[in-house]
């Protein structure tokens, strides 16, 4: 089994960055994609940035240019994966969760809030 814990949400004014960290134990080497998800009040959970095994990445056209996903590590050797977000704007406000795709069912971590205001 895998476990994720997510950390670096906060307050930050319109045009700041944050940076989450998302910690991984576990069976890691069942994962084959991480990804960071988003959910805003009253809104669907939506796909922010993920990263394969393979190292290809994938961003939502709202963040492309402004979030970057990066991991610590190799991925035979790596247990966080990071969320850079920079020009933040009052629409990113969400609680960003961290999830792993592999072997075995979709690990979601706690979540964590994210508000910016303008």
């Known amino acids: 089994q895998v476990q994720l814990v997510e950390s670096g949400g906060g307050l930050v004014q319109a045009g700041g ?3 989450l ?6 069976s890691i080497f069942s994962i084959n ?4 998800y988003r959910q805003a009040p009253g809104k669907q ?3 922010v940035a993920s990263i394969t095994s393979g190292g290809t990445i994938n961003y939502a056209d709202s963040v492309k240019g402004r979030f970057t996903i990066s991991r610590n ?3 035979n050797n790596w247990n966080k994966v990071y ?3 920079n020009s933040l704007k009052p629409e990113d406000t969400a609680v960003y969760y961290c999830n792993a795709d592999g072997i075995g069912p979709s690990i979601w971590g706690q979540g964590t809030q ?4 303008s």
């Open 17 to 19: 960055s944050l940076k």
């Open 21 to 26: 960290s998302c910690a991984a134990s576990g």
């Open 33 to 36: 994609t991480m990804g960071w």
């Open 45 to 47: 959970r939506e796909l």
């Open 73 to 75: 590590n190799a991925w």
């Open 83 to 85: 969320l850079q977000m």
């Open 114 to 117: 994210v508000t910016v205001s």
